[in-house]
């Protein structure tokens, strides 16, 4: 299923491409890239059209620091974390100004997908986050009551290359003796049903 890249196919590509990152070249990303992808998560669905979300980009390096000290990267991986030299260059904090809207997260999720997929148009990697210090982003922030964070998006230009690997008994994700990062998907034959179950 690898369709050389055309204008027919080019999203469907990097969409294929795409992988969670959790090691990152220590590179500035242009702010047009990181607003480019927070205008695409501004078109996403949302339901009822009530466009509760708004966006923080977080591109200054200290305050990334401090956000970086708030963030769990990798639950199937509990001892380990990308360390100060493999951090994010930038972040995007998905928030909510009304979280009684039961779709909220949904919403947020719309958004969070359309930012990732955008940053690897650029050959950017990504990994949404929610294994957060949520309060503490607040005050790192400014955040005023009221508003809920929902997620963080990291980015930056890839310092590693996830490998997908077949499932057979296990989903979790994985490092190999090289530090290679392994990911178990299940194949599409497994998971695909046309007309009934």
């Known amino acids: 299923?690898?369709?050389?890249?055309?204008?027919?196919?080019?999203?469907?590509?990097?969409?294929?491409?795409?992988?969670?990152?959790?090691?990152?070249e220590q590179k500035k990303i242009p702010i047009e890239i990181l607003k480019k992808c927070v205008n695409a998560a501004r078109l996403a669905p949302s339901a009822a059209n009530l466009q509760t979300?708004?966006?923080?980009i977080v591109s200054n390096e200290k305050i990334g620091k401090k956000i970086f000290e708030t963030l769990g990267f990798a639950g199937y991986l509990p001892d380990w974390n990308p360390s100060i030299s493999e951090k994010p260059m930038a972040y995007i904090v998905i928030l909510c100004n009304d979280s009684k809207n039961k779709w909220y997260t949904r919403d947020a999720s719309f958004a969070a997908e359309n930012i990732i997929i955008?940053?690897?148009?650029?050959?950017?990697?990504?990994?949404?986050?929610?294994?957060?210090?949520?309060?503490?982003?607040?005050?790192?922030?400014?955040?005023?009551?009221?508003?809920?964070?929902d997620s963080?998006?990291?980015?930056?230009?890839?310092?590693?290359?996830?490998?997908?690997?077949?499932?057979?008994?296990s989903i979790k994700y994985y490092h190999d003796e090289k530090k290679n990062l392994h990911v178990p998907k299940k194949s599409l034959k497994k998971l695909i049903h046309i007309d009934r179950y």
């Not at 590693?160 to 008994?169: L, N």
């Open 53 to 56: 979300l708004e966006f923080i």
């Open 152 to 169: 963080i998006v990291a980015l930056g230009y890839k310092k590693e290359h996830p490998k997908i690997v077949d499932y057979k008994d």
């Open 1 to 24: 299923m690898n369709d050389k890249k055309t204008k027919d196919n080019i999203v469907y590509n990097t969409i294929l491409s795409r992988r969670s990152i959790r090691r990152f």
């Open 118 to 149: 955008t940053a690897e148009s650029y050959n950017v990697g990504s990994c949404i986050l929610c294994n957060i210090k949520k309060d503490e982003v607040k005050k790192i922030l400014d955040i005023p009551n009221g508003i809920a964070v």
